[in-house]
């Protein structure tokens, strides 16, 4: 019998030792709460809606209120309703709700609890609608004629070189301007996945990414997705046949960082380096110099349109989810959104710089800002013999 109580006392004893070292091992959690939050149809999101002046809405959302009500029409067309969920409670916000989150998500870097605050619903809710509407959205604008990404027919190919012609005229089969972009992303458990994903140069978890502007602001064509230890020139050799197919005649505005010769001579037009300055043949140089001069102009337009969709939506400079699906969804809508906010809203550096009532500007003297990235003809000289490249060699290998 006092074997037995013992016996009990040491469980007891056990079970409160065992009690005490989940409760120090538990973390304490903090969690935003319904009773702390406006009703969704008093919260900040439904006052701009509803009664928001027009500057103020363009800033927080970066369309128009005509540009919002079409792209809302195109996700939630006539006759379309939000089905109940299976379990739980209905949903909280209405479909502009939806929309406004996905807007408000991709045009800052807020956390979901800011999120909430604004549309006055909790975190469960947010990450449940966000999830929805990016799917749909995705969805909805991949095959429409406004958003989608769709390689150029000749027509618009032609077009295009007219309207990259009217701005410079010694290039007339230039459609495109390309350019790659990497944005960080969250690490992963999975040890292959997250070596890939590394990017040695950045010290960081990336994804990359390739996009061709056209004259006209939009993105006709975008490689998206890839690890980040890969580089602008290998990311190419993916995608490069592609465009091979449909390019024809035509040329696209690249970077020293994408590869000008072999297969894609010809084909993908650039600055010449200055390492190859010296080694060109007296006879070209200063041609050669003129239309490197050209491209360097031309290629500023990949920095505008990597400029403008990264300032409209700021999600790409913050940390994005490690998981690839969702990873996904929220660069291509960024990209969709992005056309189709340039060809309702307009602000576009391209489109303004390319378009023929823009000419009146830049006939103005003094006005070409990246002057001093031009190679001159009297800086580099040639030299037949060759010994001056002997010295150039040494001196940068």
């Known amino acids: 019998m006092i074997n037995h109580h013992r016996r009990l006392r040491m469980k007891f004893l056990l079970l409160i030792i065992i009690s005490c070292w989940y409760y120090n091992n538990i973390r304490q959690r903090s969690y935003l709460l319904r009773e702390s939050l406006l009703h969704p149809t008093l919260s900040p999101w439904r006052r701009l809606y509803e009664y928001g002046d027009p500057s103020s809405f363009l800033h927080v959302t970066g369309l128009s209120r005509e540009a919002f009500e079409m792209l809302l029409g195109v996700v939630f067309p006539p006759g379309h309703r939000l089905r109940r969920r299976r379990r739980g409670r209905p949903w909280s916000v209405p479909m502009d709700g939806h929309l406004g989150l996905l807007l408000c998500y991709l045009g800052s870097q807020m956390n979901l609890k800011w999120l909430c605050l604004i549309f006055g619903i909790t975190p469960s809710a947010c990450s449940r609608i966000l999830k929805y509407i990016l799917r749909l959205t995705v969805k909805r ?21 007219e309207m990259i012609r009217h701005r410079e005229p010694s290039v007339t089969d230039v459609i495109g301007f390309m350019d790659g972009v990497s944005f960080t992303t969250e690490c992963t ?108 102009s031309l290629r500023q337009a990949s920095e505008w349109g990597m400029r403008g969709m990264q300032g409209t939506f700021p999600r790409c400079k913050k940390r994005l989810p490690s998981d ?65 490249d002997d010295e150039f060699d040494d001196e940068f290998d």
Not at 327 to 339: G, H, K, T, Y
Not at 356 to 376: A, H, K, T
């Open 141 to 161: 604008l991949r095959h429409h004629p406004l958003a989608r990404v769709k390689f150029p027919t000749e027509e618009k190919m032609q077009q295009y070189a």
């Open 189 to 296: 458990d999975e040890r292959v996945e997250q070596n890939a994903y590394y990017c040695g140069y950045d010290c960081d978890t990336m994804v990359n990414n390739v996009f061709i502007f056209g004259p006209d602001g939009k993105i006709f064509f975008c490689a998206i997705n890839y690890p980040g230890s890969w580089a602008d020139g290998t990311l190419t050799a993916r995608f490069f046949s592609h465009i091979k197919q449909r390019i024809g005649r035509h040329k696209i505005c690249v970077d020293q960082g994408f590869p000008r010769s072999g297969e894609a001579s010809g084909i993908l037009v650039g600055p010449i380096p200055e390492r190859s300055v010296r080694r060109l043949h007296p006879a070209l140089h200063d041609n050669l110099l003129r239309l490197s001069n050209v491209y360097t």
């Open 324 to 388: 690839r699906v969702k990873l996904r969804l929220v660069i291509e809508s960024i990209v969709f959104i992005n056309n189709f906010r340039t060809h309702i809203v307009g602000l576009n550096q391209i489109s303004t710089v390319f378009n023929p009532e823009y000419e009146q500007v830049i006939n103005l003297d003094g006005y070409d800002r990246i002057r001093q990235y031009y190679l001159q003809p009297g800086d580099y000289e040639t030299d037949e013999e060759g010994d001056d």
